[in-house]
């Protein structure tokens, strides 16, 4: 059974900085590509940056670019995500994604497996 566990949300101050980390379990974490969505009140949930099996591809939404990066350790099975200058509108729930390619990792409808998600809360 495949488990995706998420941590590291939490409040933070605009223009603050905050880590998330994902742990899975049951897949084979070296070779499957993982990935970031969240979810804001009352919106659709969005893709926010995804990763190779490798760490050699890497894939941001827009709005995120130059302000997070993801990241991964193979050796210690965990996927990061780095979120600097955040934003009252980054305030979402985070979930760790893995769709098997880092490209349909991108897609919400390509997901094969999601995690429970941890909560962001960025205060103006």
């Known amino acids: 059974q495949v488990q995706l566990v998420e941590s590291g949300g939490g409040l933070v101050q605009a223009g603050g900085s905050l880590r998330l980390s994902c742990v899975p379990s049951?897949?084979?974490?070296?070779?499957?590509?993982m990935g970031w969505f969240r979810q804001a009140p009352g919106k659709e949930r969005e893709f926010v940056a995804a990763?190779?099996?490798?760490?050699?591809?890497?894939y941001y939404a827009n709005s995120v670019k130059g302000r997070f990066t993801i990241s991964r350790d193979n050796a210690k099975n965990t996927v990061n995500l780095q979120m600097n200058s955040l934003k009252p509108e980054d305030t979402a729930v985070y979930y760790c994604?893995?769709?098997?390619?880092?490209?349909?990792?991108?897609?919400?409808?390509?997901?094969?497996?999601w995690g429970k998600g941890t909560l962001v809360t960025v205060s103006s």
């Open positions: 994604a893995t769709g098997g390619t880092a490209v349909a990792t991108t897609t919400r409808s390509r997901v094969n497996y």
């Open positions: 049951g897949l084979t974490f070296s070779s499957s590509a």
């Open positions: 990763i190779s099996w490798s760490g050699g591809a890497l």
